[in-house]
Each structure stands twice: as C-alpha cells, then as structure tokens.
C-alpha cells in the first residue's frame, strides 16, 4: 500500500475510535496525570494578551478548555471527532466548537493564543511541520502557541519500526503503528461494552519527533520558544510568534 494511503487509513480509524470512546471520555481518559500541563498552561496564560481569543486544537472534549474560560478567554475548539465535540459541547456550552482536523486549518492572525495538548502525536512526520506553521499563521503578531509533544524510549521506537516493516507497513522512524490494526478490530469486537484506556491507545496512530527534530521545525515555522520541558510523558513547548 502506497504510504499516503495507509496514512489516511491510520487517521480515518483514529477518527473512529476518538468517536467509539467519547461517551468514557470524562469516566475513564479524562482523569489521567497532568500536573504538569496545568502547570505550563499557567505559563502560557501568564503570557496571553488579557481577554484574547483562544484556539484550542485538537480539543477531544474539552479537558483543558475549562481552564481558558476561567481565566476569562473567549474558546474556539477543533477537533475531528463528532463525538468529542459533542461531549465537549455539552460541559462547556459557553465555548465554541467546529468539526475541523488541525491538518485543515486555515486561519490567518485570528487568535492571541494557541494551544495544542496531547493530540499532535497522531499527525503524521509529513504533516507535523506543516502543523506547526498553520498554528504560526493562525496567531495574531506576538500570539503565544503551548503544545506538548509525546515521549517513548529510543529502544521502544526502535522495536516498534522494526514490527512495522516485519508486517509490511510503510513506516518512518518514530512512528508506532505496530500493534493499531489488531487492537482496532478488538475495539470492534467489543460493541458498545467499555474501551480499556491501554486497548484505546494501542489502537491509534502515534508519531513521535525527536526533540531536535521538534526544535528545527519550531523555527521553521516561524515560532521561537520562550519555555520548555519534560513531565507527565510529554515534552511542553510555550512559544511565540516571531515579529516579522
């Protein structure tokens, strides 16, 4: 299978799952660790204009928009899933969101800030820098972008390449895709019965950069970092829009 196919693949089942666990979403992946995310949101709050709009990108349902409103921000979320943004609709009615892949933004200085929490890790090596800069070209002049970036050890990604091409995948370096065509079809199996928060994961596409990688594709796209660093499996990045 040609590489661009199977990617759309991966990202249709992505889709699908986010959609398939919606309804768990704030019983059982809602309340994971993120200590450290509340703590670099505060930075990234510190260093927001006063009352200026938010986008939230790759929202699922809302966890950390919450924190936006409270400080007093007007939210536009993205996501692709229906059921997210449903579920996102429902506890944060106050907030707007719209159907929308971050892969097809196309906002032009139209928020003061951005952020981007656990979801970049399901965007493709192709697509991540082409990411970073519509978050760039989203941001108003001086807007401020937090993201994270998932973490796995160098030897896991190691294996997980070499699984990939033992079952024929078209892999790159980073990506863990392995185990996402088995654990998708038990999803399936299960109907409407809960999701394990272990089988989910398995059962979506992750990519993860290596930080230089990450570092060079910041500037890039245009972005300069302000703060940085590593806590509840994610690297955080809060960054600026570098003045023209």
Not at 97 to 117: H, L, P, S
Not at 210 to 220: G, M, V
Not at 228 to 243: C, D, I, N, T, W
């Amino acid at each position: 299978m040609e590489r661009a196919d199977w990617l759309k693949q991966m990202r249709t089942k992505a889709e699908d799952l986010y959609d398939r666990i919606s309804p768990q979403y704030w019983v059982t992946f809602g309340l994971g660790e993120n200590e450290t995310h509340r703590a670099y949101l505060q930075k990234f709050l510190g260093r927001v204009a006063p009352g200026g709009t938010v986008l939230s990108v790759g929202c699922g349902a809302g966890r950390y928009d919450g924190l936006l409103l409270e400080a007093d921000h007007p939210v536009v979320g993205i996501d692709q899933s229906t059921g997210m943004l449903a579920r996102a609709r429902e506890r944060l009615p106050q907030a707007r969101y719209e159907k929308m892949g971050m892969q097809e933004m196309a906002f032009r200085e139209a928020f003061d800030g951005v952020i981007c929490v656990d979801a970049l890790e399901h965007v493709s090596p192709e697509d991540y820098p082409r990411t970073l800069r519509k978050f760039q070209e989203a941001l108003r002049p001086g807007g401020v972008l937090y993201f994270t970036m998932g973490l796995a050890e160098p030897g896991e990604l190691e294996q997980a390449y070499r699984r990939g091409q033992a079952q024929g995948m078209p892999v790159v370096f980073g990506e863990v895709v392995d185990q996402v065509d088995a654990a998708y079809e038990r999803v399936q199996a299960l109907g409407q019965a809960p999701v394990p928060g272990d089988l989910a994961d398995s059962a979506v596409y992750h990519f993860y950069p290596a930080l230089q990688q990450a570092h060079e594709w910041i500037d890039r796209a245009g972005l300069v970092i302000e703060e940085e660093g590593a806590g509840s499996g994610y690297h955080h990045f809060v960054a600026r829009k570098k003045q023209e």
